[in-house]
């Protein structure tokens, strides 16, 4: 049996949450969550199947943007969530994501997104 592929979220907002995970795991992925950015490098560190990182970077304050940094280097692909602001879209693009989303997105253009970074 193959292992899922796994995708980390950081992400503040629980219904958001909740809603990604069942429709994710409905599309055979396993979400694991992180309570922060330092928490989720860490993960990724010792969980060797995670394929993507998801991290709204609206539910945290401006220091970030530092932590991202560890999150870019650790080479797995990230998307970040954020609100429409042009100056955290300068900064996204910045640290190396794969994606950005604004608040209110629909989780089908998650999917979407996941199924083409995974070649599905």
Same mark, same amino acid.
């Given at each position: ?9 950081a ?5 958001? $949450? ?21 928490? $989720? ?9 995670? %394929? $993507? ?6 539910s945290?304050?401006? %220091? ?6 560890? $999150? ?26 794969s ?22």
């Amino acid at each position: 049996m193959l292992d899922k592929e796994v995708i980390i979220t950081a992400v503040s907002d629980t219904a958001r $949450l909740e809603l990604m995970k069942t429709q994710l795991a409905e599309q055979g992925y396993e979400v694991l969550t992180a309570a922060d950015v330092p928490h $989720l490098v860490k993960a990724i560190g010792h969980e060797k199947n995670i %394929s $993507l990182a998801v991290v709204d970077v609206s539910s945290f304050d401006e %220091s970030v943007w530092e932590q991202m940094t560890d $999150l870019s280097k650790s080479g797995v692909p990230f998307f970040v969530i954020s609100q429409e602001n042009s100056s955290q879209h300068k900064e996204v693009v910045k640290q190396g994501a794969s994606g950005l989303f604004s608040k209110g997105f629909r989780v089908k253009e998650l999917l979407d997104f996941v199924h083409n970074r995974q070649g599905k």
